[in-house]
Each structure stands twice: as C-alpha cells, then as structure tokens.
C-alpha cells in the first residue's frame, strides 16, 4: 500500500509564493515519476509539472518560468515552488505518482489534493 500526502497550499495574494509538498510512503521499492496536477472549477485536470527518475522535468506552458518542480529520494517526496502566482491559478492541486512497490507493481496513485486560491 503506498499513499501520497499532499501540504503546502493555501490563499496567497496575486503575484506571491507558495511551496507545494508531496510525501510518498508505504512499500515503495521504486518512484518511477511523480508531478503535480491541478483541476479548477469545470475544467479538466491538466497536469502542471512532473519530473522523471532521472530528474527530467517537464511543465505546462502557463507556468513555465514561475513553477519549479523538485524532489527528494532520500526523503520520497516531491515539491513544487511556485512565484509570480495569478489568479488562474486558482485550483485544487494533486499529486500523482508512478511508483514500482514491494512485491514489484508498477501502479500510479494520487494524493487527496491541496487548494491553492490566489486573489487579486
């Protein structure tokens, strides 16, 4: 059993700073890639920024420049800083994982989601 728990969000005013945090634990022999996802009201969820194994990183084109995806092996957990936050923003952010468990599966798992509201 892995689970993902999602910290970090919040209500921040437009152009401030929030860090995102996602920590993986359970029977985890390998995390294969983990990223962030957010769905606002009536949209679809969109994915923001993911990074590899290997430390590629990959981001939407709405934040890019803004948002900066990170992890931690040691401690299994992923982060997401992001600046010069706007309005459109606004949404519930998820984190996703694709994760080789103890006996070897590969399986994706989702955390349970953190708002993040930025006014104007």
């Known amino acids: 059993q892995v689970q993902l728990v999602e910290s970090g969000g919040g209500l921040v005013q437009a152009g401030g700073s929030l860090r995102l945090s996602c920590a993986a634990s359970?029977?985890?022999?390998?995390?294969?890639?983990m990223g962030w996802y957010r769905q606002a009201p009536g949209k679809q969820r969109e994915l923001v920024a993911a990074i590899t194994s290997g430390s590629s990183t990959n981001y939407a084109d709405s934040v890019k420049g803004r948002f900066t995806v990170s992890g931690d092996n040691a401690k299994n957990t992923l982060y997401l800083q992001m600046n010069s936050l706007k309005p459109e923003d606004t949404a519930v952010y998820y984190c996703?994982?694709?994760?080789?468990?103890?006996?070897?599966?590969?399986?994706?798992?989702w955390g349970q989601g953190t708002q993040v509201t930025v006014s104007s």
């Open positions: 996703n994982a694709q994760i080789t468990t103890i006996p070897l599966y590969v399986s994706d798992y």
């Open positions: 359970g029977s985890i022999f390998r995390i294969n890639a």
